[in-house]
């Protein structure tokens, strides 16, 4: 196996990695935090996918699209707490957990109805379509800023959590919210 291909692969492999650590790091602060089990994360993350291929495919605006997913997801997720979460926050953990698998259902079968089943994609702008050369080996310019931003989230996430007042905060609440909310801190 030669260099290049084991340091391409190394790539992906954190590309992938930091990836995923992105869609958990939500759950994880959720649950820390409020104590709250939302199995139904990963299909929030599906519907603003969808709501960016939609607006990009008729629009053609990489940013439009990434501007409307955080409208429609910030409305849906305002909605959805509102609507049926709210209830859920005093439960027991098996509660959320039946409730949320419920959404899981609920939104695969929603995409089904309005997207089909058949997937869509959405092509890259033109800008983030390029490569770079890092340590002698040309790799995708996307895959390169998705490694770049999400480490660029975990400093931040790491700075927030440990650095700050707040982070204390969300320190104290996620491991005594009741001493914590006795001193008048609303969790």
């Not at 519907?47 to 939609?54: D, H, L, N, Q, V």
């Not at 340590?135 to 390169?144: E, K």
């Amino acid at each position: 196996m030669s260099a290049t291909l084991l340091l391409v692969q190394a790539l992906n492999g954190l590309q992938l990695g930091i990836l995923l650590f992105l869609l958990a790091a939500g759950l994880t602060l959720v649950f820390g935090i409020m104590n709250f089990i939302n199995l139904a994360h990963g299909s929030l993350y599906m519907m603003g996918a969808f709501i960016a291929a939609t607006v990009f495919r008729h629009s053609g605006s990489f940013l439009l699209a990434a501007a409307a997913v955080v409208a429609g997801m910030a409305l849906l997720g305002l909605l959805l707490d509102r609507i049926a979460l709210a209830r859920l926050y005093p439960r027991e953990h098996l509660d959320q957990v039946l409730a949320t698998f419920g959404f899981i259902l609920f939104f695969n079968e929603l995409t089904r109805i309005i997207w089909g089943p058949a997937p869509i994609s959405m092509g890259l702008p033109s800008w983030l379509s390029g490569t770079i050369d890092l340590l002698g080996v040309t790799y995708p310019l996307y895959r390169f800023l998705v490694i770049v931003a999400g480490l660029a989230v975990a400093a931040g996430c790491y700075a927030l959590i440990h650095r700050t007042r707040l982070g204390m905060l969300i320190r104290a609440g996620s491991t005594d919210r009741m001493m914590v909310g006795a001193l008048g801190v609303n969790i």
